[in-house]
T-cell receptor, first 116, second 114 residues
Framework: GAGVSQTPSNKVTEKGKYVELRCDPI?????LYWYRQSLGQGPEFLIY????????DSGLPNDRFFAVRPEGSVSTLKIQRTERGDSAVYLC??????????????FGAGSRLTVL | QKEVEQNSGPLSVPEGAIASLNCTYS??????FFWYRQYSGKSPELIMF????GDKEDGRFTAQLNKASQYVSLLIRDSQPSDSATYLC??????????????FGKGTLLTVNP
């Protein structure tokens, strides 16, 4: 597609529920990233995919968070047993292969998650 | 000490003035530096990036990098009300040598008054 597409744009759930957030990157972008942005903060890195594999998942806060990208395109971020502290905007970004000196990420519009 | 620091603002300038946005970073090994603009409720969009010391100009925007001082800035000339947004500074590189992980500051809110 022309840009990075994320669904849903808004998700309201109850504490303890399971949620899935979907990201469809720009066609041809092999690198995909998930970031989380809380109110008044800059985006924080969660996970980076190179193709189908998670090359770096060091930003995932705990084992309730998991992400997949089975065919190297669409990715799903999965959050189990949601907590109120998970409320944030989850941003997906994609890029061509990172190169030394310049890695230009294009962000999607984000999925706003609210845990009641 | 936070890795990337920005004054949260708000920074208020009159229309037509020069807006100066500043950012410092703690990791001397950081390699590339990015400025993103984020309108309220929207996603970040890249304005420009810089990786060599000195100035880089793109239209009304100039990025300035001083690696010795670990300082990067963004100047916006002839500021317009449509420039009102949060400006995020981000860096890549440093410890571990990652060339993909952006570390963001909190952002500076800029308001351009007509």
């Amino acid at each position: 597609g022309a840009g990075v597409s994320q669904t849903p744009s808004n998700k309201v759930t109850e504490k303890g529920k399971y949620v899935e957030l979907r990201c469809d990157p720009i066609s041809g972008h092999t690198a995909l990233y998930w970031y989380r942005q809380s109110l008044g903060q800059g985006p924080e890195f969660l996970i980076y995919f190179q193709g189908t594999g998670a090359a770096d998942d060091s930003g995932l806060p705990n084992d309730r968070f998991f992400a997949v990208r089975p065919e190297g395109s669409v990715s799903t971020l999965k959050i189990q047993r949601t907590e109120r502290g998970d409320s944030a905007v989850y941003l997906c970004a994609s890029s061509l292969l990172p190169q030394s000196g310049a890695n230009v990420l294009t962000f999607g519009a984000g999925s706003r998650l609210t845990v009641l | 000490q936070k890795e990337v620091e920005q004054n949260s603002g708000p920074l208020s300038v009159p229309e037509g003035a020069i807006a100066s946005l500043n950012c410092t970073y703690s990791d001397r090994g950081s390699q590339s530096f990015f400025w993103y603009r984020q309108y309220s409720g929207k996603s970040p969009e890249l304005i420009m990036f810089i990786y060599s010391n000195g100035d880089k100009e793109d239209g009304r925007f100039t990025a300035q990098l001083n690696k010795a001082s670990q300082y990067v800035s963004l100047l916006i000339r002839d500021s317009q009300p449509s420039d009102s947004a949060t400006y995020l500074c981000a860096v890549i590189g440093g410890r571990g040598g990652s060339n993909y992980k952006l570390t963001f500051g909190k952002g500076t809110l800029l308001t351009v008054n007509p």
